[in-house]
Structure formats: structure tokens, C-alpha cells
């Protein structure tokens, strides 16, 4: 009994240290290809391609909540751009469910897509179509922890854009998903062609420089980040509709050096007003001018304000 416990301990051993040593720490400004598996074991397949990471955030939802999530953004500019976000380490968040419902990223008018909801486990892909892009969005949530890939390729560059096909790609692209680390999208080779592009490059910055160079190399810096941000300063505008976006990556320029060029920092919070009015009004309760419903009312109103 000892010798097989000892032979199960090492085989556990082994297999922890294989699927370790497969584990990328994703780095930004660096290019990946096929299926990848981060740090925090999040599998991204890839579509066929050298594809750039150009963003990485960590991001804590507000209130109480049970982990952290990391967004990854890849881009290739002859195909398009993936976006990704799953759960940094093992635990997930169940701050994203109200009333314990999982959200849908499947709102709107989808041409293609399906749907399972079972309490607060939920998986659906559905498709989108901006005219430029098709967008393919992929969502599963377990146990309050969620997992969302979405897929924009140039819509130029599908050989058939008919509903049925788009349907057939998009359920294709979701069974691979949720394969998990087997997952694998080679088969879009057979969907879309890339002759219709330019070229097949991975290096984004030098491609996409030369591209546009004439176009905004009259623009300064300062110029470019007005029109690649939001106006509160908050993060980039959408960069798959949005060139300037793009020109600014291609500038090495992050979000908080175009902060400080347009002004846009975020705005923090003036807590000493609120603060003011809920002394008041525990003052007004003690003093008993107020009922315990009415304190516990305006209180809220005044948080829900902030």
C-alpha cells in the first residue's frame, strides 16, 4: 500500500510540474501563436497566426469579492484581435451576478448563437456583426468563476459570411473554447483567406507604422491620445473601431503618458460631502429626530447617490 502510495504521489508530482512548465507568464509588446496557457491557468486558443499581446490588466471587481481577473488583448494586423478575460488563480468573483444570475454578453441582435443557463452556471456564444468585423464572443460561468474569449476577424477575409457558415464558425469556435487547454483553431485556416490581406506579419508596431505613417505622422502625440481615449480618462476607446488606438500602441505611448498629455486623470471622489451628510443624519437618528426606517432609507439614498 506505502509503494502505490508513493508511485501516485510521484506520477501527481510529475503531472503538476508538466502542466507548470507548459504555463506562460504572458508579457506585453510580446507575439504568441496557437493555444496558450498563462500563469493562472487560462487556456486562449489562438486563431492560425503570430498574434501581439498589446494589453494586460489585472482587475479586482468593487465590493466584496472572492478573486481577480486578468484581461489579455491580442491583435495581428491582417486578421484582427482577440480579447480574453478569465479568472487570476484559482478563485473567481461573485460580484458579477446580481440576484444570482450570470450576465449575457449575448445582448442585442446577434446573427448567430445559443444560449444555456442553469442557475448561476450559464455558457452561450453568439456572433456579432459591427460591418467591419465579425466578432465572435464565447462566455462560460461555473461556480461564480468566469471565463470570456472573443474573437474579431476582418470580415473581408471570411470566404462566406452566409448566416448558416457563420453559424457553423461560430459553434466550431465555441466547442474548441471549451476544450479548454485542448482547444485548437487551425481549422479557421480553412475559413478564411488570407491572401485578401496585405501580408501575414507578427509584428504589429513596424506593419502597422508603415501603414499609416503617412497618415498621422503630422499628428502629435498629444493629438493622437485626445482621439484614442475616453474623455474621462478611464482607458482607451474600443481599438477595434478606433485607428487612433492603434497609431498610439504603434507610438509605444501606455495610458497614462496620454493622461497626463490631454489632462483626461481620473477624477477621484469627493468623499468629504458624503461623509457630511451621514453624520447629520446618525446626529438627527441619535438625537432621536428621526426613525431607525428613515435613517436606514436616506442612507441608503445617499450612498446609492455616491
Not at 66 to 85: I, K, M, P, R
Request: glycine share 6%; hydrophobic share 30%; charged share 25%.
Amino acid at each position: 500500500m506505502k509503494i502505490f502510495t508513493k508511485v501516485l504521489t510521484s506520477v501527481a508530482i510529475f503531472i503538476s510540474l508538466t502542466l507548470s512548465a507548459n504555463a506562460l507568464k504572458l508579457e506585453k509588446n510580446d507575439t504568441y501563436s496557437g493555444t496558450i496557457k498563462d500563469s493562472n491557468r487560462n487556456n486562449i486558443p489562438l486563431p492560425p497566426g503570430e498574434w501581439l499581446l498589446t494589453e494586460k490588466n489585472i482587475t479586482k471587481p468593487q465590493g466584496r469579492s472572492l478573486g481577480s481577473f486578468v484581461e489579455y488583448t491580442f491583435y495581428n494586423s491582417d486578421v484582427g484581435y482577440v480579447f480574453y478575460y478569465g479568472p487570476k488563480g484559482t478563485k473567481g468573483s461573485a460580484d458579477m451576478w446580481v440576484g444570482r444570475k450570470t450576465p449575457s454578453v449575448c445582448d442585442g441582435s446577434p446573427i448567430a448563437g445559443k444560449t444555456k443557463i442553469r442557475g448561476i452556471n450559464n455558457t452561450e456564444w453568439c456572433v456579432f456583426d459591427d460591418g467591419e468585423y465579425i466578432e465572435f464572443r464565447n462566455y462560460t460561468a461555473q461556480n461564480f468563476s468566469s471565463y470570456y474569449h472573443a474573437y474579431y476577424i476582418d470580415k473581408i477575409l471570411l470566404r462566406d459570411t452566409s448566416k448558416s457558415t457563420i453559424q457553423s464558425i461560430g459553434s466550431q469556435i465555441f466547442d474548441q473554447v471549451m476544450k479548454n487547454k485542448a482547444g485548437d483553431l487551425s481549422f479557421l485556416s480553412n475559413r478564411i483567406d488570407l491572401n485578401k490581406s496585405s501580408s501575414f506579419t507578427s509584428n504589429y508596431t513596424s506593419d502597422y507604422s508603415s501603414q499609416t505613417e503617412s497618415k498621422y505622422q503630422s499628428l502629435s502625440n498629444k493629438e493622437i491620445c485626445i482621439k484614442a481615449t475616453k474623455l474621462d480618462g478611464s482607458g482607451w476607446m474600443p481599438s477595434h473601431s478606433n485607428d487612433h488606438v492603434k497609431e498610439a500602441w504603434s507610438r509605444d505611448l501606455n495610458i497614462n503618458e496620454c493622461r497626463v498629455l490631454t489632462g483626461r486623470k481620473i477624477a477621484k471622489k469627493d468623499t468629504s460631502n458624503l461623509k457630511d451628510k451621514l453624520l447629520e443624519l446618525k446626529s438627527l437618528f441619535d438625537e432621536g429626530l428621526i426613525t431607525q426606517d428613515q435613517y436606514d432609507k436616506k442612507s441608503n439614498e445617499i450612498l446609492e447617490t455616491f
